[in-house]
């Protein structure tokens, strides 16, 4: 990957900026990207389960989907967050199995619930900083205990 782009920093005539990645760290994120394409993947099997849907043989089709799904949305710039491109390639490539209005219900939902916990985790942080700032500021200084 090191070589590629640094080829590619040639070619672009562009300084070579990116930091050296030992293979044990990069293993690391690679495991940590697969996890949690893993869970992902569950998330889409739970609501498919949800709709009675209860058939154990698309838990690897719904893993590969989503992880699918969520790149060619991730690639799709012209969409924000792959608005709508990530829905489609969902319903694309499960109405044959499971139904077009109940992929596309699903597809919905599972954006919903990932609005609303991307909002509630955003909310809680902001909110924690805001209250661990406000705790610093309290605090009484050095200069001024002395």
């Known amino acids: 990957m090191r ?12 300084p070579d900026l990116v930091p050296a990645i ?5 293993g690391s994120a690679i495991g940590w990207a697969v996890a949690s394409w893993a869970l992902f993947g569950l998330h889409l099997c739970s609501l498919f389960f949800a709709l009675g849907h209860l058939n ?46 109940d992929v596309l219900g699903v ?15 955003f909310g809680s942080s902001a909110l924690s900083w805001r209250f661990s700032n406000r705790n610093r500021s309290a605090e009484p200084r050095q200069s001024e205990t002395s």
Do not use: C, Q
């Open 107 to 121: 597809a919905v939902v599972s954006r919903m619930i990932f609005i609303l916990v991307d909002v509630t985790l």
């Open 3 to 14: 070589r590629i782009l640094a080829f590619a920093f040639r070619i672009f005539r562009r």
């Open 56 to 101: 154990a043989s698309i838990v690897i089709p719904a893993i590969s989907g989503y992880a699918l799904s969520w790149a060619v949305g991730f690639l799709a710039v012209f969409a924000p967050a792959g608005a709508g491109v990530r829905e489609a390639i969902l319903v694309l490539l499960f109405a044959g199995s499971i139904g077009g209005a």
């Open 22 to 26: 030992r293979g044990r760290h990069l």
